[in-house]
């Protein structure tokens, strides 16, 4: 059956809805309105106001009472309308949802998903425009996917819901119109392995979310040229799945990250660190990183294309490591 | 108050300007011109037109990401306006912010902030600059009904009334954040009691009546500026549109639109000034702003995109440290 | 209302424990056996013995970084609880948490938090957790004057009355935010009214007065219990130490300090009563309370360190993700 | 003269309200309490309370009044009590201070300064011992400094005041007591140059902040092993000084990185992807990392101390790379 990620998310929150009396979906204007980018569209009428939970503008407030329930039993799932409201409600996630657990002496647990639209690429300007997975990805308690494709976006939800512990899972807004094929029942997904999107020899690109349709692309390109390029979906963003990523690298002894994030302090750093740990010396040449420029992401088309990773810069990355 | 002629056709231009404008915006988001979200005023002029005059040019203005109306009536010209919405450099912010980050330091229009609440604390800060500075300005923040809701709201009105600072709070109420209505968004939906609650002096009035508004208004500056302590003015207002052009409306009945578009605030204006203006005047007004719309988008047309080499540019003042 | 022999008896016993557990934890201090922050409530004692016992056991309670009489009261055995300052493997966080951050799940005691107005949020979703599940159970949040400042106040207040939350906030209003005054921290220093003012039900009462606060919490439980809705008391009260172990006190007057000090929540029953409760029976419940706490400190001492081989264990339930 | 850190940060604050009207001081506790670390002890009964401003807890509004008083021309240093309490305001610094200029087509400016204690070793827990400060060095728009020696505390304040756009200082709640010999007048301080607090020719040890002393410490150990360490103190976090890096390393060939920060996605993560990129062929090791453990610092001291840094680590990990 064809679907889009958006549906399939949708999916996944109906399907959670149904299985467990314990799910209840909060988040601002996910009801009524049906949800900025219309996730939740229809989830209302079906399960009614107990369960899907319109929440007034107050992010901290509503994450942390996601918290507390979460607390006492039941399994909440937060929307955070985007990433840059998610701002407001920090303190909570770090003080509260990631470290009760451990500063509690394993007395607490805090069962939460909080689900946040990420990533720029609408020309919504510098407040709007946010990529800030590596800050999620910092703080130990939290456990971050990305889910990068419809099938992912189908079958993430699940498996996040199993876990004990809080979980972060941030939908690119360029994903959402995207369709895919999908086997029906869709098939269970592993949030502990990262994906080869793409088996290649040369060179390995390792990306997420978002930025995995320009790292495709850019692999296509790299094949007309001759050059044969892996593509790894990373999935989770912590832990990351060091194993697929330290093999492929002593497959190929080139990488190339592609990450939406501002370069200095990015995830793709934190990649390029550990596989300078991991597999220093399977490295023929340094690592390339693709990433935003270090600007607020401007409104205009040309300026925000400019800012953001594209294919053709892919492709330059990869051309250059292998040079 | 009745309105002279004079102000009658002055509050009218000013509502007209806006809704020529905001028409035009939503037929070039149409035809692709403008792009990302896009906010529209329409229903709500009244507000800017009553309380923006009442300002004197040393005053600062923090506004929204609908804020179109307020940088046109503050003086932004609308060449400029367009030109930021079409991403151009001609534009107030050379074409970075677009629709919700309009900028003119000339005329001390500090924004466009799509944070809902995130002016209020900056609002506060440029007071506390003038009083400090002993300029005698105050500053006007603009902000909606579901800005309240944030706590943010709260501590700037704590803040604003402890340090007694210079600034007027006009909250637009539309009776909607996004989809969630006035009554699912607070516990106490008459706002104007939430600002009293930290001893910050409040009203409410009618915001679809431009007259009364612009009555509150001129008192209200007045007392900000010989009290230097904060007044808030909630204005009671309903947008007629959309909330961005990706809503569908699913929140709100036809019929309760239809209901307030009774209340359209140019339309209110016209009746009550039946006789003094007249349909020559309208349509010669309507004409000035079609005017200066199709020049305003004849600018934004023909204005150059900024360089994509400046993408860097003004990071920092510095260049490094970026 | 006055109360009973007995029931006055366990109201002195409730705040002459808390007194003396934290008298010791001071000692302790100086002593270096507890370390960080450590902030003491003494002075104070009078509010978490007259709220906690009216508690029922499937309720559940928030606390701040100021919750040691809470805990106890709570029926956290002082052992845990010093086992915890002392960073004990015994303690009821296994020494992580230290004097902030108390936990014990079993008496769904749900902290100790350390950022002003954080716990605030999490009371409410444990309040919501229970609706749901119809446990008829309450929360019940602690939070001092200062954290009324922070906009999650506010958010929550909110939050609470439109989702109709069975929240009783308790609002510790010692007049001080660490070095602030509360009319330097408060536009509108009579907190309860900023709670009413988001239609929380709201009333406040004299905080060094047990009985006034046993009475009212039990009207309050019972309220929030049948009309599963918020309910808010401000109890005004005063903390005759100082912030935390590190403050010099430079803000507030001896002489301020002194004058609350005449009306200690101990001495004031104990005249209440006189004639009912006679020196030895106080002198009984000090001996007691007493050898609870050295009993408590014995074990505390003898209580192994956590091996730090555990260190990274219970960051999450599944040891990966970490 | 000697002058401890507290002391010397005091004085600049106090030169600065001294030589500028301009400058205001805005925080909790500042003023009536004599601030927490007793940073502004004494300024209030100097300044008067139009210029020592003492703020309600409301985090994200005094930091947000600060950004609006810098654009219509007053300079406020603002402090926050400790960065922990700073999440609360990250989305004024992100989306106010950090990137006004830019999207207002570089009309506005935020002459900004926000001081904020940071990291851990007091045995405060979980919620008090954060090292965020990898988070701001993400952020295009500001300038994010860290003083780690007395010198650098009393020189590097008036340096940030003269910048017209939003710098953060980091004080390392460790060294408030440390003292120091000082010059007087004390000597101006460079922010864009790292500093080599020690040569040596066999290893680089990077560092900032709170593990200056320890990555010290460290060196004069392995100089008695006959190891000789250079020591590199950042200083400035954001923008990183590459070229100072990159020298260093290029004469020692190894890199060990030594970092309060939790691991993952760490400062020195981008430190290490940095050299990777811009000293690959320079280095003979992988380079080492000495980071908290990735969990809530938890009170106990015999926890807290395993969870952070130690000299001992860092010699450890110099030996690595060394071995
Ligand atoms: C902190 C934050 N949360 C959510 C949003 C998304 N959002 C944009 S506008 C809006 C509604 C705001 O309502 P109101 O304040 O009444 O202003 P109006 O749009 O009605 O003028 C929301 C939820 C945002 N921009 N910022
Ligand atoms: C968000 C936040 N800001 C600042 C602090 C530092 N701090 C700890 S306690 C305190 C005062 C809180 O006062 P109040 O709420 O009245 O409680 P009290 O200590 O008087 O019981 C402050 C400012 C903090 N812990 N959290
Ligand atoms: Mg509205
Ligand atoms: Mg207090």
Chains 1, 4 share one sequence.
Request: charged share 25%.
């Amino acid at each position: 059956m064809k679907l889009s990620y958006r549906t399939a998310m949708r999916e996944a929150l109906r399907e959670a809805l149904r299985a467990d009396a314990r799910v209840v979906l909060i988040g601002e204007d996910i009801g009524k309105y049906g949800g900025t980018y219309a996730v939740t569209l229809g989830l209302l009428d079906e399960f009614g106001p107990e369960r899907v939970r319109d929440a007034p503008l107050s992010e901290s407030t509503f994450v942390g009472a996601g918290i507390g329930a979460a607390i006492a039993g039941l399994k909440p799932i937060v929307e955070i309308m985007t990433v840059n409201f998610s701002l407001l409600a920090l303190d909570q996630i770090v003080n509260g949802a990631a470290a009760l657990r451990h500063m509690s002496g394993g007395q607490l647990e805090v069962p939460l998903v909080i689900r946040m639209a990420t990533g720029a690429g609408r020309q919504v300007a510098a407040q709007h425009s946010h990529s800030l997975e590596n800050w999620y990805a910092h703080v130990p308690g939290l456990r971050v996917v990305a889910p990068a494709t419809v099938a992912d976006a189908r079958g993430m939800l699940a498996t996040a819901l199993r876990e004990r512990d809080p979980v972060v899972i941030f939908e690119h807004v360029q994903l959402y119109n995207r369709e895919e094929e999908l086997a029906d029942p869709a098939p269970a997904v592993d949030l502990d392995r990262a994906a080869i999107r793409r088996p290649g020899r040369d060179a390995t690109i390792i990306t997420y979310g978002g930025s995995l349709p320009c790292s495709l692309a850019a692999a296509t390109k790299l094949a007309e040229r001759g050059i044969d390029a892996e593509v790894i979906d990373l999935r989770s963003l912590r832990p990351l799945d060091e194993a697929t990523l330290v093999a492929s690298v002593s497959r190929t002894h080139r990488a190339v990250l592609v990450d939406e994030g501002w370069r200095t302090g990015s995830l793709a750093g934190e990649v390029a660190a550990l596989l300078g740990e991991r597999a220093f010396w399977e490295l023929d040449a340094p690592i390339g990183r693709v990433c935003s420029a270090e600007v607020p992401i401007p409104y205009a088309k040309h300026l925000e294309v400019a800012a953001l990773p594209s294919a053709e810069a892919v492709v330059a990355a990869v051309e250059a490591v292998i040079a | 108050m009745t309105p002279t002629r004079d102000q009658a056709l002055a509050m009218l231009r000013s509502m007209i300007r806006i809704r020529r404008l905001e028409e035009r915006c939503a037929e070039d988001y149409a035809a692709g011109k403008i792009r990302g979200f896009l906010h529209l005023y329409i229903g709500e002029e009244a507000i800017a037109a009553g309380i923006i005059p009442a300002l004197a040019a040393k005053d600062a203005i923090v506004g929204t990401y609908r804020e179109h109306g307020h940088a046109l009536l503050r003086g932004v010209a609308a060449e400029q306006i367009m030109a930021e919405m079409y991403g151009k450099s001609g534009g107030c912010a050379r074409g970075r912010g677009g629709s919700m980050h309009l900028f003119s330091r000339e005329h001390r229009f500090y924004g466009g902030h799509a944070i809902v609440g995130g002016g209020l604390p900056i609002s506060l800060g440029i007071a506390l600059a003038d009083k400090v500075r002993g300029t005698g300005a105050i500053t006007c923040v603009f902000f909606g009904d579901g800005a309240v809701a944030e706590g943010e709201f709260h501590e700037s009105m704590n803040l604003a009334a402890l340090w007694k600072l210079p600034v007027l709070f006009v909250c637009e109420n539309n009776q909607y954040a996004m989809g969630t209505a006035l009554v699912r968004e607070h516990a106490e939906p008459e706002l104007y009691k939430l600002a009293a609650s930290h001893r910050v002096g409040a009203e409410r009035i009618d915001g679809m009546d431009v007259v009364a508004v612009a009555e509150a208004a001129g008192q209200a500056v007045e007392r900000v500026r010989e009290t230097a302590a904060p007044w808030f003015i909630e204005c009671s207002t309903y947008r007629f549109r959309a909330h961005s052009m990706f809503d569908p409306e699913l929140y709100r009945d036809k019929a309760e639109v239809e209901l307030w578009k009774q209340r359209d605030p140019i339309t209110l204006l016209v009746k009550r000034m039946a006789g003094v203006v007249t349909e020559a005047d309208i349509a010669a007004i309507e004409s000035g702003a079609d005017d200066e719309i199709a020049r305003a988008c004849a600018f934004a047309e023909a204005s150059p995109l900024e360089p994509v080499a400046e993408l860097l540019r003004d990071v920092r003042a510095s260049g490094e440290g970026t």
